[in-house]
Structure formats: C-alpha cells, structure tokens
C-alpha cells in the first residue's frame, strides 16, 4: 500500500531528525504512598540518598528495571499517590462504579461531581458556576467553538502565540477571524483589538501559566484591556491551578482579579483526571446546551470527581503543600540560573532547560535516565523547531535532597554536552 511507505517515510524523517518518540513504560515500587503530602521543606539531608526511588521505569532492555527522580511529571503537588485521595476514589467506585456510562446530560450528576463543582466554585474566587469536561483539551475546544457559534461572522479571537495546541485547534475549528499577540505583549494586544472595533464579539485568550516556558501573563492589564474593548477574557488555568497564588487558587488567588472564563485541568495538581469550566451562570447554562465537545463525551467518572474533591481539601487543609512546591520550585530556579543554564523567563515550578537542538536534547535526556533522573526532551511540535528543551515540572512530593542531586547531575550533563 503506498500509504504505508509514505508512512515509513515521515517516521524515519523524523527519527533523523530527533523527533521520533516512544511511550515509556513506567511502574510504581509504592514508597511514597503513606507519605505526608506536605515535604518538609526545612529538613535537608547533607548527602545525595540511595537507590530507594519512588518510581521503577522498564528500560526495555532484557527487562532491566532501574529507579529515578521524576522531574517530567504534572502531578505538581504529589498528591496522586495519597492514601486519602485512593481511598476516597476507592468509596466512589464501590458506591457508583467505575463509569458515568454516558454524557452528563444523559447520566446526570451525581454526589461527588455536584460537590467537586461548588468546592471548584469558592477555591477558584467565588465563582457563580462550574462545570466539568471529560479533559482540558476538550474544555478549551468547547469553549471556543461554542462561544465562536453564536455570531461566527462577528467573532474575532485575540489569543498569545505561545497558547497551547488546544485552544489554537479550537479557535482553527471555530472558523472565525483570528489573530495571535506577540507572547505577553499587552501593547501589541490591544493593537489588534483596535482595528476590530467593529465585531460583535471579541474574545482574548491565554494562560495562567505557560507550559513549555513557566511564565505568567500580566493578566490585570490583559482584563483592562478587556473591560476597554468589551471582549470576553478565557484564562486556561492547567498549569496555574493548586501551583500559584498563597493558597494555590490559581490565577485569581495570585492576581486578584477575575476572569470572565477560567479553565482548569483535574489531571495535574488535583491528582484525577478532567476539566472543569467557570464562569458565570449564563455562560456555563450556554456552554451547557451548545458545546458539543460536552454533550456529546462521556462525563467524567464519579470516582475522579471524589479524588480530585479529596485533593481540593487536602489544599485547603494543608496550605504548606503549595509553598512547599513553591519553595522547590524557587531553589530549583536559582541554582539553575547560577549553574548558566538558559531557563528562559520562568518563574514557576515549570522550569525549562534550553537546549536547542533537538538531537542533543535527547542526548541529554538520556543521559540523565543513566543516572536515575526522568526528564523528558520537549521537541517541535511541542516547541518550534531548534527550541528544543528539557521541560521540569517541579513538585512538592520530591525530597529534597534527591531534588538538588538532581540539579546537579542535570548541569554536568548539560556542560558536557556543549563541551
């Protein structure tokens, strides 16, 4: 079949071309999973601990297992692995099963989804409405392709170039004016807003937390430009929710402001798996009876929602666990930087590592494997072409200590490299 050529064509291209991925294969030894969530950042062992990782990868080669330090993870807060957390997914299943079977609006709600809804309500700034999506990539498509649907011929999307593939694919299938500001460029934002005066509605996206670079939008001056030119602000909230802000809230707890639409993720710091939606409570009714990417997926079990409404209360409970990982993430960015490493303009727990090439960021990755550290290469797609990076997502559930040998393993092998 020719297609089939065409095929071994483009992988060999891009296995030339440092491109080609596999999925690993990953197994958990269980270490962890009695630990506190909150790390006890105060305490610092004086020399780098032994082999007893918390997490065993399969090399694939002759079945050799060895552990690692895992710095690629999303699970900011480490809280994927807590007792409580299981257990409360755990009492779901038994109570519900293991599936909502059908969309929400043939299911329904039950307990656990009605209650993670409210909780998301008060952490995310009182919110009046909330409602939940089967992942964040199908938020952000329901969203903007909803919204977009009323007046098609009246839209226009404003969004920032670095904006991930999930919301560039949503505004792409909303069919719609659009066009991107340079990255946290307000000046060049508004623009754009100025020559579309015109249109019945604008909407200007963006995100919480970038997350290939680790930085933050100046979302107060993003929102007056909003208020200024009568545009719907949406906020993707993945990477900013539970990580940001003195109690974790996300974006409105560390801005003090509030957004017209928030989005968030339940598979990063929440430890489950979803989407959820806010807004106020004609958007989210809209949302509710026009965004296909939620009426037409199967709702999220009810065993997700209990682990993640677990979560929220572990946060609420345990506020150290944010500054934990906020203090992690504060070290880690510090002696990078004065180890001469390019971490570009971060100033959260996602901390990239340019590297540039692609090849040699794989190189790197691993290296780095060798020595028990799990650090995936970020390559184009995810990037553009000869950005290539090493992407840390810091969190709150490593040691310490395990942490900065970590760090340090990282620079040599980064210098070595470039040698």
């Known amino acids: 079949m020719p297609i089939l050529d065409l095929i071994s064509k483009k992988l060999e291209e891009n296995k030339q071309a440092g491109l080609y991925r596999k999925i690993p294969r990953l197994s958990f030894n269980g270490n962890n999973t009695k630990s506190n969530p909150a ?27 060895m552990g690692f330090v895992n710095l690629a993870t999303n699970d900011y807060l480490g809280l994927s692995l807590n007792e409580k957390i299981k257990n409360s997914a755990k009492k779901a299943i038994d109570t519900y099963g293991t599936s909502s079977s059908s969309s929400f609006l043939i299911y329904g709600h039950v307990l656990p989804h009605r209650k993670l809804e409210n909780l998301l309500c008060k952490f995310k700034g009182n919110y009046e409405r909330c409602m939940l999506y089967p992942s964040g990539y199908q938020a952000n498509l329901g969203i903007i392709r909803a919204l977009s649907s009323i007046s098609p011929l009246q839209t226009f999307i404003a969004f920032d170039e670095l904006s991930h593939a999930s919301i560039i694919d949503g505004i792409l299938g909303a069919k719609v004016r659009f066009k991107s500001f340079k990255h946290n460029d307000l000046c060049h934002l508004e623009h754009i807003l100025k020559s579309q005066k015109g249109k019945e509605i604008k909407l200007i996206i963006t995100e919480g937390v970038f997350s290939m670079d680790g930085d933050i939008p100046d979302l107060r001056g993003i929102l007056t430009i909003a208020k200024k030119y009568d545009a719907v602000s949406i906020i993707d909230d993945a990477h900013a929710t539970g990580t940001i802000g003195g109690k974790g809230g996300g974006s409105v707890d560390f801005h003090k402001v509030k957004p017209d639409i928030i989005m968030g993720t339940l598979g990063k710091a929440l430890a489950s798996n979803g989407a959820f939606v806010l807004s106020n409570r004609l958007i989210i009714e809209y949302l509710i009876n026009f965004s296909r990417a939620f009426m037409f997926s199967t709702g999220i079990p009810p ?10 209360n572990i946060i609420n409970e345990n506020p150290e666990i944010v500054t934990t990982l906020q203090s992690h993430a504060k070290f880690a960015r510090n002696f990078l930087e004065n180890s001469e490493l390019n971490i570009s303009n971060s100033v959260t727990h996602i901390i990239p590592v340019l590297i540039g090439d692609e090849k040699k960021a794989v190189e790197v990755e691993k290296k780095l494997l060798k020595k028990g550290i799990y650090l995936k290469a970020v390559r184009y797609p995810a990037v553009p072409k000869k950005n290539a990076r090493l992407r840390l997502g810091i969190n709150a559930g490593v040691n310490f200590i395990r942490l900065e040998c970590a760090l340090k393993d990282l620079v040599k092998v980064v210098k070595q490299i470039y040698k």
Do not use: M, Q
């Open 303 to 312: 065993s997700s929602a209990a682990a993640s409404l677990e979560a929220l």
């Open 39 to 65: 790390v006890n950042f105060n305490h610092r062992p004086t020399r780098c601990p032994g082999p007893n990782f918390d997490y065993i990868i399969n090399s694939g080669r002759n079945g050799e297992k």
